[in-house]
Structures are given as structure tokens and as C-alpha cells.
């Protein structure tokens, strides 16, 4: 092993102690934070593992009305602009895959909008949200609506391929047997793209979960999860805060963990915030 | 982008499901076009507006000193973020295509700070980069000093924004390079040895240059992203500390209950996302058309 070689290995074992570090190190810190009382979490210097246990905050996320309304709203949120972006994203997706110019439309768009920085979107929008009446409403259907508009893009790129594979034939003959476009749309080409549907669901349900920007403008009250851990980090209730963040990972770690390398392609190309 | 796949041997094309199809592409573009796009344009009228049209809520942009360090630090802030996530996420993607030190549970880990939502990431950097932070414990275990990580204006803090920035989208930069990596034949590394070309040789005249479109889209990418900087600067140091233009159009609005100018500031940054996303994707189809010519 000659030092060039050698130094290389000392460079990749030093990415991978800092990859795993700075994965795990954070996390662990989270946790621990989590489940000891706050006059613990502020003593210095700081204490690395707990030396009191309680379950208090966790209760507190499921007591405090306002922290279970904002779970609640936030699953409300997620699954409603996850059904309209993926129902919408299908319509999409279908008609780019079948024709050139549904293409360059679709395609035209999607790059448009992604150029959109969120608070150049998010004041004017408010203000039109609240002349229609459903601005910072306790449902979060102003927000829902905004959430399916922004990932529409990334339900229409997943399902893209699966239209795509769907050999024209069996069109044709359902074609021939008398279905109509839409019948065909309905009973063919859904049924056999399921599987990249429930993959376009977990993701935009994700992207809502996760979006920060839109929620802290349009919900200024009745909050969504984010903004809420938002408030709660920056004015120092920090077991709630942990405790509200652990619980806020659970979707998206279980996806990234379960489906893993399978998700390669589609996290990159619908990543955007 | 180009997607490929198109069948135009279709043969039962006709006017019923032609019109379906245009009923399909409609509804979703007005959708998006209706809820993202027609606000903004709303958002720029109004920005012109000031007790009837004017140019005053620029002018009074101009005037503010706050203005022009949001401006700066929104250059600054996306630049150093989108190094420092290229030169990581370069380096994680050759290590992990490497054959020989491939590792689902490095690749899981490295994967994982993006698979956190943004506002997890941000709550847990605020935790570790407070003055009584576990990095300054960390710090003073090790009989350091401690530093002031997030102090408002100092050059540190606008280094902090940088970093965590960075953490929480290095993996995006990593997949989208590995994707590139696998790309390369694997018979351009044998001929390279086969010349003799050593480790760094191979990597600076094979490697690099076969991945140029991956790195060209994924700077491009990340880019236009790295300009909307908006929560990290929010949590970790608030509106006023290292200020960018969307924390700053945020404050406009919400604390000093400025609308108008609030637009005007998000305005001036849609227009810096516009030329340089534009301007970057002119270069990258000038990019691989010299590429084909020369294949």
C-alpha cells in the first residue's frame, strides 16, 4: 500500500465517521432533549445523557390543545393537497407522456413555477386567500390548496415513467372493445400505475409535512406543525419543541428507511422548497 | 429537461381523446398557473403601488440600509452554501460508487439529514449553535474557547447560516452525482489504467469531465434553491441577524406591517432567481450542445 492509497483510506474513513456522526449525533441529541426536563436541557456545560428521565412533553403534544390541533391539521393538511397534487399530477403526467406539445405545456410550467421564490407567492396570496375567506382558516384549507399547486410537479415527474411504460396496445384494445379516453384513463391506466400513485402520495403528503414557508404565512393562527415548532424553538419551550420535532420525523424517516435507494430518482428530481 | 418515451404510433389518435388529453394538460397548468403564478403578478402590481402607482416603495428599499446587506448576504449566503454541498456531496458520491468502500448504512446516514423535514434540521442546529450550545460544550471539553456561533452581523454567524444550510441538502447534490457517476462505462476507468494514469489523473481527465452535465444541473438546481434562503436565516439567527431577502420582505410584512414594500423586496428577489435560473439554463443548453458537437 503505497501512501497515496493509504491516504486515500484515511480520507474515507474520516467522511464516513463524519457522515455517521453527523447523522446520528444530532438525532441522538433530539431524543435526549426529549425526555429530560428543560432546567436540565439549559445546564452548563451541557449534559450529554439524560440524568433524569420524564414522558412529560410527549404528554404535553397530546394534552395541550394547541399542540394536538396543529398535529391534527398538519395530517389534515398533508392528505388533502396530497390527493389533489397526485390526482392533478396524474392528469398531467398522462398527457405528457401521450403527447409532444402536453409536453412542452407541462414542462414550460413546472420550470416556470419552481423559478417562484415562496415569499414573492406567499404575502400577495394571503392577501387573496383572505378576500375568498379560507386565510389562516382552523381547517388549513387555504393551505392545502397551496400545497397541492406546488407539488403537482413532483407527483406528475413520478408518475411520468409509469404512464409511459404502459404499452399502447392495451389502449387499443380497450380502444377497440368501445371504452372511452376517460374510461380507459379510469379503469387501465390508474390500476396499472399504482404503484408510482401510492409512491406520488407518500411524497407529496411528505412535502406538505414538511413545508415551512407558505404554512408560517397563510396559517399566522391556527398553526400547522412547522410553524408551531418554529414559535416553540425560537421562544425556548424546548421539551415540547424536541419532542414535537421527534414526532415530526416519523413519516418521512420511515419512507426514506423503508423504500431507501428505490426513492433515488424521484427525491432528487421533485426536491424543492 | 428533456424526457424521452413519446409514442407517436398511437393509432387510434382522434377527437375524443385528444380532448381529454388537452382537458388534462389544462386543469393542472391553470391550477398551478392560478394559485403560484397570477398571485405574484398580483404581488408585482402592488409593489408599483404606493397611495397610487409609484416608484416610492423601491425608493424607500433603497434608502434602508438593511435593504443592501440582505442584498449582499443574498449572494453570499447561496454561493458558499452551494460549494460547500458540491465539494461534500462530490466527495460522498465518489466514495460511495467507489467499489470498494460501498455501504448501505453509510449511504442511509448520508442520505438522512435531507430525509429530516427542514424545520427538525433547523430546531436541532439552533440547539447545537446556541452560545450554551452542545457545540460549545463540546468545545470547552476540549479546553477551547467558546465561539459565538450565531451572534447577529458577525462574519461567524453568516458562516453558521452557511453550514447548516449546506447539511440539510448535501444529500440532494450526492444523489444527483452518484446518478452521474453510474453513468461513466466502466471500460473509460480501464483504458485510463491501462494507460497508466494514476488515482487523481483518472479522477481529473475521466471522472470530471464525463460528469460535467450532472454537476451542471445540480449547480443549476441547487442554485436557484440556495437564492430562496428563507427559514435557516429565520430560526437560527432571526430576520435581523444575517438578513436575506426573503427574511427581509417577511419582516417588512409581518413586523412593520408593510405590505407594499414587503412585496417589493420579494420582487427584487424573483427577479434575481429569474436571471440567474434563466441565465443558467441557457448556459447549460449552450453546455451540451458544444458537447454533442464535439462527440
Redesign the interface.
Not at chain 1, 109 to 121: C, E, H, N
Not at chain 2, 103 to 120: K, N, Q
Not at chain 2, 122 to 128: N, Q, S
Given at each position: 500500500m503505497n501512501i497515496?492509497?493509504r491516504a486515500?483510506a484515511a480520507?474515507?474513513f474520516a467522511?464516513?465517521a463524519f457522515?455517521?456522526v453527523?447523522?446520528?449525533l444530532?438525532?441522538y441529541?433530539?431524543a435526549k432533549?426529549s425526555v429530560t426536563p428543560e432546567l436540565e436541557t439549559?445546564a452548563?456545560?451541557?449534559h450529554?445523557t439524560p440524568h433524569h428521565l420524564t414522558l412529560a412533553h410527549f404528554i404535553s403534544v397530546f394534552e395541550v390543545n394547541e399542540l394536538r390541533s396543529a398535529v391534527l391539521r398538519s395530517l389534515g393538511v398533508a392528505a388533502v393537497s396530497a390527493a389533489i397534487a397526485t390526482l392533478?399530477?396524474a392528469?398531467?403526467a398522462?398527457?405528457?407522456?401521450?403527447?409532444?406539445i402536453?409536453?412542452r405545456?407541462?414542462?414550460s410550467?413546472?420550470?416556470?413555477?419552481?423559478?417562484?421564490?415562496?415569499?414573492?407567492?406567499a404575502?400577495?396570496?394571503g392577501?387573496?386567500l383572505a378576500t375568498v375567506g379560507i386565510y389562516d382558516s382552523p381547517s388549513g384549507i387555504g393551505l392545502a390548496?397551496?400545497h397541492?399547486?406546488?407539488a403537482?410537479?413532483t407527483a406528475?415527474l413520478t408518475l411520468?415513467?409509469a404512464f409511459?411504460?404502459i404499452p399502447?396496445e392495451i389502449?387499443?384494445a380497450a380502444?377497440i372493445d368501445g371504452a372511452?379516453?376517460?374510461r380507459i384513463?379510469l379503469t387501465i391506466d390508474l390500476p396499472m400505475a399504482r404503484a408510482s400513485i401510492a409512491t406520488a402520495l407518500i411524497l407529496c403528503f411528505i412535502l406538505s409535512?414538511?413545508e415551512?414557508?407558505f404554512a408560517l404565512?397563510v396559517q399566522q393562527t391556527n398553526r400547522t406543525l412547522?410553524p408551531l415548532?418554529?414559535y416553540y424553538?425560537?421562544f425556548g419551550n424546548?421539551g415540547p419543541?424536541?419532542a414535537l420535532?421527534l414526532l415530526?420525523?416519523i413519516p418521512?424517516?420511515c419512507?426514506?428507511?423503508a423504500l431507501?435507494?428505490a426513492l433515488?430518482?424521484t427525491?432528487?428530481a421533485g426536491?424543492?422548497? | 429537461?428533456r424526457?424521452c418515451?413519446?409514442?407517436s404510433?398511437?393509432?387510434?389518435v382522434n377527437a375524443?381523446?385528444k380532448?381529454?388529453?388537452?382537458?388534462?394538460?389544462v386543469?393542472?397548468?391553470i391550477?398551478?398557473?392560478a394559485?403560484?403564478?397570477l398571485?405574484?403578478l398580483?404581488?408585482l402590481l402592488?409593489s408599483f403601488d404606493h397611495h397610487g402607482p409609484s416608484l416610492a416603495n423601491y425608493r424607500i428599499l433603497f434608502d434602508d440600509s438593511m435593504f443592501w446587506r440582505a442584498l449582499g448576504n443574498n449572494l453570499l449566503v447561496p454561493f458558499g452554501s452551494v460549494i460547500v454541498e458540491f465539494v461534500l456531496g462530490l466527495?460522498?458520491a465518489l466514495?460511495l460508487t467507489?467499489r470498494r468502500?460501498r455501504?448501505?448504512?453509510?449511504?442511509?446516514?448520508?442520505?438522512?439529514?435531507?430525509?429530516?423535514?427542514?424545520?427538525?434540521i433547523?430546531?436541532?442546529?439552533?440547539?447545537?449553535f446556541l452560545p450554551?450550545?452542545?457545540l460549545n460544550?463540546a468545545l470547552?471539553?476540549a479546553g477551547m474557547h467558546a465561539l459565538p456561533w450565531l451572534s447577529p452581523r458577525s462574519p461567524l454567524a453568516t458562516f453558521t447560516v452557511i453550514l447548516v444550510d449546506a447539511?440539510h441538502?448535501t444529500p440532494?447534490v450526492m444523489?444527483?452525482l452518484?446518478?452521474g457517476l453510474q453513468t461513466i462505462p466502466d471500460e473509460l476507468y480501464e483504458a485510463a489504467r491501462l494507460d497508466g494514469a494514476?488515482?487523481f489523473a483518472t479522477f481529473w481527465f475521466v471522472t470530471i469531465p464525463m460528469l460535467m452535465p450532472a454537476i451542471v444541473g445540480a449547480l443549476i438546481?441547487r442554485g436557484?434553491?440556495a437564492?430562496?434562503i428563507?427559514?435557516t436565516v429565520?430560526?437560527l439567527t432571526?430576520p435581523e441577524g444575517v438578513p436575506v431577502?426573503?427574511t427581509y420582505?417577511?419582516s417588512l410584512?409581518d413586523d412593520a406591517q408593510k405590505?407594499h414594500e414587503?412585496?417589493a423586496a420579494?420582487?427584487i428577489?424573483?427577479l434575481m432567481?429569474?436571471m440567474i435560473?434563466?441565465g443558467g439554463l441557457l448556459a447549460a443548453r449552450r453546455f451540451s450542445r458544444d458537447d454533442g458537437a464535439r462527440a
Open positions: 497515496r492509497s486515500l480520507a474515507r467522511l464516513s457522515v455517521i453527523a447523522a446520528v444530532p438525532l441529541l433530539l432533549q439549559f452548563w456545560p451541557p450529554w392533478l399530477g392528469m398531467l398522462h398527457a405528457m407522456a401521450r403527447s409532444s402536453a409536453q405545456i407541462g414542462l410550467t413546472v420550470s416556470g413555477i419552481r423559478l417562484l421564490p415562496m415569499i414573492a407567492v404575502i400577495p396570496l392577501i387573496i390548496i397551496v397541492a399547486a406546488i403537482i410537479p406528475a411520468y415513467a409511459a411504460a399502447l389502449e387499443e380502444w372511452s379516453p376517460i384513463f409535512w414538511d415551512f414557508g404565512l412547522p415548532l418554529y424553538t425560537v424546548v419543541a424536541s420535532a415530526m420525523m418521512a424517516v419512507v426514506v428507511v431507501g435507494p433515488r430518482g427525491l432528487t426536491s424543492s422548497r | 429537461m424526457l418515451g413519446i409514442r404510433r398511437f393509432t387510434t375524443a381523446s380532448r381529454l388529453r388537452t382537458v388534462f394538460v386543469v393542472p397548468c391550477f398551478m398557473i394559485m403560484l403564478l398571485p405574484a398580483n404581488g402592488l466527495a460522498l466514495m467507489a468502500s455501504s448501505a448504512l453509510i449511504e442511509t446516514a448520508a442520505i438522512l439529514p435531507f430525509a429530516i423535514p427542514e424545520i427538525v433547523l430546531t436541532l442546529a439552533r440547539y447545537i450554551r450550545g452542545y460544550g470547552a471539553m447539511w441538502v440532494v444523489l444527483m452518484m446518478a494514476g488515482t438546481l436557484i434553491d437564492l430562496r428563507f427559514s429565520l430560526v432571526g431577502l426573503s420582505s417577511y410584512w405590505p414587503a412585496m420579494s420582487m428577489l424573483a432567481v429569474t435560473g434563466v
